[in-house]
Nanobody
Framework: QVQLVESGGGLVQAGGSLRLSCAAS????????VGWFRQAPGKEREFVAA????????YYADRMRGRFTISRDNAKNTVYLQMASLKPEDTAVYYC????????????????????WGQGTQVTVSS
């Protein structure tokens, strides 16, 4: 089992960039697929991006493709979400989540597929 802690959120102007980090505890983190999700006030949690255990396969929500980049450094037990060209509608609490690789492959975009979640980090984009 791993535990996740997000960081890197904050207030940024529209058009700006942020890099979120998801730090994991546990020696088996390299066996977990990881997803980033976000939840805005009054809205359901939505998929942002996901990355396989090795980092070789990535998935993005269509709205984030080209603006967001997910990556990981298994030596540091950390997954990153680089966000660029931020828009006010990107304002949300961003969560990372992990699932053991054999289960992750079946539904990497679905919240229900993930059993381990971080506490979230707030991202606010001002216009």
């Amino acid at each position: 089992q791993v535990q996740l802690v997000e960081s890197g959120g904050g207030l940024v102007q529209a058009g700006g960039s942020l890099r979120l980090s998801c730090a994991a505890s546990g020696r088996t983190f390299s066996s977990y697929g990881v997803g980033w999700f976000r939840q805005a006030p009054g809205k359901e949690r939505e998929f942002v991006a996901a990355i396989s255990s090795s980092g070789g396969v990535t998935y993005y929500a269509d709205r984030m493709r080209g603006r967001f980049t997910i990556s990981r450094d298994n030596a540091k037990n950390t997954v990153y979400l680089q966000m660029a060209s931020l828009k006010p509608e990107d304002t949300a609490v961003y969560y990372c989540a992990a699932q053991y690789e054999t289960t992750w492959w079946s539904k990497p975009r679905l919240t229900d597929n993930y059993t381990t979640w971080g506490q979230g980090t707030q991202v606010t984009v001002s216009s």
